[in-house]
């Protein structure tokens, strides 16, 4: 099982950037995908989730309405779209599997990528 993430760099405020998680050796049908971010010093923070099975989504509060989760599940990618970004979305962000369908998004998932830089900043 592996993930890869990809996408993160410099953004003004109010700009927007679209994450992306390659996923490998494993279906994605069978697993739960899950973006959380890293600020030093700050534990780690859900951020999105899609449960495979049923397509469900979650989303933290301080996100709601600004970023999005989305798949291409013929290429094995899993997106977060960035809108909207605030000088607080900058951290260090993890893409993660865990290989059943989860209705919580937590932080203790099973396979991590080394994750993507965001920072926003004017």
């Known amino acids: 099982v592996q993930v890869v993430e990809s996408g993160g760099g410099l953004v003004q405020p109010g700009g927007s950037l679209r994450l992306s998680c390659a996923a490998s050796?494993?279906?994605?049908?069978?697993?739960?995908i899950g973006w959380f971010r890293e600020v030093s010093g700050k534990e780690r923070e859900a951020v999105s989730c899609?449960?495979?099975?049923?397509?469900?989504?979650w989303y933290g509060n301080s996100v709601k309405g600004r970023f999005t989760i989305s798949t291409d599940n013929t290429k094995k990618m899993v997106y977060l779209q960035m809108n909207n970004l605030k000088a607080e979305d900058t951290a260090l962000y993890y893409c993660?599997?865990?290989?059943?369908?989860?209705?919580?998004?937590?932080?203790?998932?099973?396979?991590w990528g080394q994750g993507t830089r965001v920072t926003v900043s004017s």
């Open positions: 050796g494993f279906t994605l049908s069978d697993y739960t």
């Open positions: 993660a599997a865990e290989d059943y369908p989860r209705s919580t998004c937590y932080p203790d998932f099973g396979s």
């Open positions: 899609i449960n495979f099975s049923d397509g469900s989504t």
